[in-house]
């Protein structure tokens, strides 16, 4: 399969001169269509500005971010906005749903502004909505919800777009245990019927055992 994801040398520092922080240290990583990839690695070393930058939300110092065969460098922000919010989803450790919208007008949100029509949006809403057994829930505001509801939700906001690339940070670490299991195979059954490509981070060596592969940050660096 095709490559979703290409890090190519990706290094990124904060600061200068003697005061600079490498925090990214020549990352590499291929990531194909359909794949399931954890990245583990100690708090403080790196995985959060990695997901960052594969997502382009914070540009590498330098390095190369290719989503999809476009390469994010040679694009202008404009170009780079448009390839984030069509190529690529992300579920964050906290739900981050809009507390004045329902479930379902939280899904809508990101497809209105992809530009498709309302009626078109609120039909990918309730087919996501009901694949994450929500489908009752779909008027209720996040507030409403448990935190295992709210974190499906997320994930059927994410892939509202039908993203190539999920991103996810920690998206069970705030849940119990059964409820991270039961937010977990929803994830995979959602982005494995889309044939999403994820990166995944967490610190649940259970859950990572069970994706396709496994990367670890150490130094800066994919191992």
Partial sequence: MSSVLQLRDVRRTYGKGVNALEVLRGV??????????????????GKSTLLHAAGLLDPPTSGEVIIDGKNSEKLNDTQRTRLRRNHIGFVYQFHHL?????????????????????????????DLLREVDLLPRAMHRPAELSGGEAQRVAIARALANAPKLLLADEPTGNLD???????????????????????????????????????????????
């Fill in 28 to 45: 590499n990583l291929d990531l194909r269509a359909g794949e399931m990839v954890a990245l583990l690695g100690p708090s403080g070393s």
């Fill in 177 to 223: 245990e059964a409820t991270a299991e039961n937010v977990f195979q929803m994830l995979v059954k959602l982005a494995r019927a889309e044939g999403v490509a994820m990166l995944i981070v967490t610190h649940n060596q259970a859950l990572a055992a069970r994706m396709d592969r496994i990367v670890t940050m150490q130094g800066g660096q994919l191992h």
């Fill in 98 to 126: 809009l507390p004045e919208f329902s479930a379902e007008e939280n899904i809508i949100l990101p497809q209105i502004l992809a530009g498709r029509d309302a009626a078109t949006a609120r039909k990918r809403a309730r």
